[in-house]
């Protein structure tokens, strides 16, 4: 038996050939209608599903490139904190949870930011990772976001905040609750500035971060289908033993009850926030700006009987 497993079945393998390896990620399935999508197509839609509008996640790096003038643009050095101050284990150590999450995203934790232009007007951008432990918000994070809205309101820029979470990391218990009220502390230092704070609320935006800084933009903007809530829908259900609406929490929903100004497919998304960035920063819109450019008067025709060099 070791003789067919050892000898022939390799060299039947050598003479048939080796099956090539597939990339797991090459076909993406819509959530909605298990419509199957290449994903080159999907990456050059900006991970829209073209056929239901779908909007699937997007890295930080890809949503910051799609964000800033020509892709460009600067991260900030966020704190270093504790890495597990709580010393914290339920099935598995909380430490190795977070070293396989930093393996997976090579990140250090769920906040990334950075500044660049949009459409010429310097901006700081936060990014809320949901690969990373579900977006949660640690102290990491929130060091990181409150870096990023002093460091803005210092430099006087506005400040786009990109927000997907599943809410607070429950593995660093009260240390985590904490960083929701000193969140607010970093968006009153950015009003006290008079520098505008946009919230883009992106699937799924839950728990303690609805509670706290992701609902405090001057105009909160949301993507279509977004789930935007506290508590989860089927935990409100079984709590008040009652049937939700339909759309209950998502983005459109919210928008109709006044608890989100707009709903921003994600191709119009950088257009909109160029707008309303330059409206609240009391800026010409860049359309605004180049009607504003003075034409140039045609030069004076010359006289018939004066002589035209050949």
Same mark, same amino acid.
């Given at each position: 038996?070791?003789?067919? #497993?050892?000898?022939?079945? +390799?060299?039947?393998?050598?003479?048939?050939?080796?099956?090539?390896?597939?990339?797991?990620?090459?076909?993406?399935?819509?959530?909605?209608?298990?419509?199957?999508?290449?994903?080159? %197509?999907?990456?050059?839609?900006?991970?829209?599903?073209?056929?239901?509008?779908?909007?699937?996640?997007?890295?930080? %790096? =890809?949503?910051? #490139?799609?964000?800033?003038?020509?892709?460009?643009?600067?991260?900030?050095?966020?704190?270093? &904190?504790?890495?597990?101050?709580? #010393?914290?284990? %339920?099935?598995?150590?909380?430490?190795?949870?977070?070293?396989?999450?930093?393996?997976?995203?090579?990140?250090?934790?769920?906040?990334?930011?950075?500044?660049?232009?949009?459409?010429?007007?310097?901006?700081?951008?936060?990014?809320?990772?949901?690969?990373?432990?579900?977006?949660?918000?640690?102290?990491?994070?929130?060091? $990181?976001?409150?870096?990023?809205?002093?460091?803005?309101?210092?430099?006087?820029?506005?400040?786009?905040?990109?927000?997907?979470?599943?809410?607070?990391?429950?593995?660093? $218990?009260?240390?985590?609750?904490?960083?929701?009220?000193?969140?607010?502390?970093?968006?009153?230092?950015?009003?006290?500035?008079?520098?505008?704070?946009? &919230?883009?609320?992106?699937?799924?935006?839950? $728990?303690? &971060?609805?509670?706290?800084?992701?609902?405090?933009?001057?105009?909160?903007?949301?993507?279509?289908?977004?789930?935007?809530?506290?508590?989860?829908?089927?935990?409100?259900?079984?709590?008040?033993?009652?049937?939700?609406? %339909?759309?209950?929490?998502?983005?459109?929903?919210?928008?109709?009850?006044?608890?989100?100004?707009? =709903?921003?497919?994600?191709?119009?998304?950088?257009?909109?926030?160029?707008? =309303?960035?330059?409206?609240?920063? #009391?800026? +010409?819109?860049?359309?605004?700006?180049?009607?504003?450019? +003075?034409?140039?008067?045609?030069?004076?025709?010359?006289?018939?009987?004066?002589?035209?060099?050949?």
């Amino acid at each position: 038996m070791n003789w067919i #497993k050892n000898f022939v079945r +390799p060299k039947i393998r050598g003479i048939l050939g080796t099956k090539r390896d597939v990339p797991e990620n090459m076909w993406i399935k819509c959530p909605e209608t298990g419509e199957m999508v290449f994903y080159k %197509d999907l990456e050059a839609n900006q991970f829209v599903i073209p056929g239901s509008g779908y909007h699937m996640r997007m890295a930080p %790096d =890809v949503r910051l #490139k799609h964000t800033f003038d020509g892709g460009a643009y600067t991260e900030i050095e966020l704190p270093d &904190v504790a890495t597990d101050p709580l #010393k914290f284990r %339920d099935e598995r150590k909380y430490g190795d949870r977070l070293k396989e999450a930093r393996a997976k995203t090579d990140r250090r934790d769920a906040i990334v930011a950075a500044h660049g232009r949009i459409d010429g007007l310097e901006t700081m951008a936060v990014v809320q990772d949901f690969a990373f432990m579900g977006g949660s918000l640690g102290m990491a994070a929130g060091e $990181g976001i409150i870096t990023a809205m002093f460091e803005a309101a210092e430099k006087r820029m506005p400040l786009v905040l990109y927000a997907a979470s599943g809410g607070a990391r429950m593995q660093e $218990g009260i240390l985590s609750l904490m960083q929701l009220p000193r969140t607010t502390v970093g968006v009153q230092r950015l009003r006290e500035a008079g520098m505008p704070y946009v &919230v883009v609320l992106t699937h799924p935006t839950t $728990g303690g &971060v609805t509670a706290s800084y992701a609902m405090l933009g001057d105009i909160q903007i949301a993507e279509p289908g977004a789930l935007i809530g506290f508590a989860g829908p089927r935990v409100i259900e079984q709590t008040i033993r009652e049937k939700l609406p %339909d759309g209950f929490q998502r983005a459109e929903y919210l928008r109709d009850h006044g608890m989100v100004d707009m =709903v921003v497919h994600r191709h119009e998304l950088r257009a909109t926030l160029s707008r =309303v960035l330059h409206m609240l920063m #009391k800026q +010409p819109a860049p359309e605004q700006a180049a009607e504003a450019l +003075p034409v140039p008067e045609p030069a004076p025709a010359a006289p018939a009987d004066t002589p035209v060099e050949s």
